[in-house]
């Protein structure tokens, strides 16, 4: 078989470089192994984030008392796991997006593909030669440890398909997965068991999140332990674990989740046809996602931050650049990241103590209770703006539409929007966003300023 273009891996990053050229009237062969649309419709973002809803609703109704009179929740299931089923996964069938592709005029082959050139694959025992373009986008997996992966456990594809919650659940790592997941399912009635490596939770954002979060959590009645060294585990019962913590208690549930991160395969793709390290934690890419002459790579694959938008952006500019027409190279600077908790945690850019490795930076901050909409609202959170010589390099913004909020901060990275000029505009009242001017103007925001 012979195409224009080949593309391996049709999750959010390879179906729209597939589905761009395939418009633009390129011969394009889309293969997939799985499903048409990856990870983030069928068992990441969508589904976890229908869950999340679903959790902050019943948030909301528990928060009925003291501001609208009483209320008695009872937590159901039911609609989660139809609606994941349905209206998410459509019971995890691609039929709809492999006739989009098809309708777009592309072909597919389901398949596992493997690099054998700089222009071939081959996949079900056949050639795959790419007369113009070979494009991979065969994203990430649930890294399991070791440890962990001799005893029955969930990572995120068995955990956002269940159809019944278990009564205990252990999850393994307080990153962005392990904490939307716990605190959703924990607000569901399970009785839920966060073990942390590291010191602290979201461990890549600023310390003022991560103990917020903690602090959240713990007040929702969610076990959470941090710096803990994990010695030994084993099978409880016919599903679930038990969790041996160095110097620490043994902790149990009747389900283990491991959200221990994501990694590449890149020696299943076979990249050392390509003179790559099979060994290399990504692909890398140049400015317009080229690996080499020929080859383009983009989305979770590249490293350069496992998000859906990410893997959207750099399929625009691969697609752009194949098509012979270039965007400008990517820019990763004003990179948005949100983990979907209540608050939601959205930040862009650096941290403060990234930025403080470059150099000097002024810092403002200001709590959500104390802006007027956060104080409204009972909201919890903080705005925080890492600026240098006048610039906003990184912000965070925790609240209860953090994530929403965060686009104002964005916007301010990537425009290289000048502090003063965000101090000088007007911000509605009340709104979540405005706590962005009261850290800018606030007493002890000027005096960080001042160098106080
Ligand atoms: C629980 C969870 C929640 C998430 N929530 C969010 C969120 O809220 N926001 C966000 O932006 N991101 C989120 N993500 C991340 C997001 O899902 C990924 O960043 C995104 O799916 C990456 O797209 P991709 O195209 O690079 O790879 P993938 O979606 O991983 O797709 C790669 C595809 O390649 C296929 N493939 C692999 N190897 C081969 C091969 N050799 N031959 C043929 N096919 C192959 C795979 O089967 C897969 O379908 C979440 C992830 C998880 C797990």
Redo the contacts with the bound molecule.
Sequence with gaps: MEADAVV????????QVAEELASAGVDVVG??????????PY???VP??MIVRAADVLAEGRRIAGLAGTSVVTPDWGPVARRIRDEASDSWDDTVAVERLEGKGGRFVR????VVAPDAVV?NGERVTARRALVL??????FVPPLFDTVPHWT?REA?AVETLPASLLVIGGG??GL??GQAMARFGTSVTIVETAERLVAHEEPEASELIADVLGREGVDVHTGATVERVEAFGSTGATVHLEGGPALRAERMLVATG?RS?LA??GVGALGLDEGAPAIPVDGRMRVAPGVWA????TGKG??????AYQARLCAADILGHPLPEADYRALPR?T?TDPEIGSVGLTELQARANGAVEIYSEPIPESARGWIHRGEGLVKLVTRDGLVVGATSMGPTGGEVLGLLALAVHARVPVDALRSMIFAYPTFHRAVDSALWASSSAAKMAGA
């Design positions: 391996v891996g049709l999750g959010p990053g390879g179906e293969i997939e192994a799985e499903l048409v649309g990856g990870e983030c068992w990441g973002c976890s984030k398949g596992r593909a493997r996949v986008a065969t994203g990430q997996r649930a995120n956002v962005a997965i939307e997941l994501r395969d299943g793709l983009v989305g979770d694959v496992a998000f859906t938008h990410v893997a949100v979907f």
